[in-house]
């Protein structure tokens, strides 16, 4: 039974960095984050496959953000860098049963409560 917690939201300005941790118990294979701004609907970010390494991004924050794991601590880093004030949002971590990377939400099955990230102008 996979348990997701995540922490290190805060505020930031723009063009700053902030790094996100999602701490696991559990068996996971994929850990994904996920973040949802007011009035939106919920949008892949980043997500990482355990056994392969593998990653992928959105397009929204390729090459700005980075997706990683710590087995030894069983943590899933998101590292944010240059930082947008779009980028503000609640940020979720999300569990996949498998180690095939999907960007949907409903492809995760046990999700954190939620970290937010405002990033001012």
């Known amino acids: 039974q996979v348990q997701l917690v995540e922490s290190g939201g805060g505020l930031v300005q723009a063009g700053g960095s902030l790094r996100l941790s999602c701490a696991v118990s559990g068996s996971t294979y994929t850990v994904g984050w996920f973040r949802q701004a007011p009035g939106k609907g919920r949008d892949f970010v980043a997500a990482i496959s355990w056994n392969s390494g593998s990653t992928k991004y959105a397009d929204s924050v390729k090459g700005r953000f980075v997706i990683s794991g710590n087995n030894a601590k069983n943590t899933v880093y998101l590292q944010m860098n240059s930082l947008k004030p779009e980028d503000t949002a609640i940020y979720y971590c999300?569990?996949?049963?498998?180690?095939?990377?999907?960007?949907?939400?409903?492809?995760?099955?046990?999700w954190g409560q939620g970290t937010q990230v405002t990033v001012s102008s």
């Open positions: 999300a569990s996949r049963r498998t180690s095939t990377i999907v960007t949907n939400d409903s492809g995760y099955s046990t």
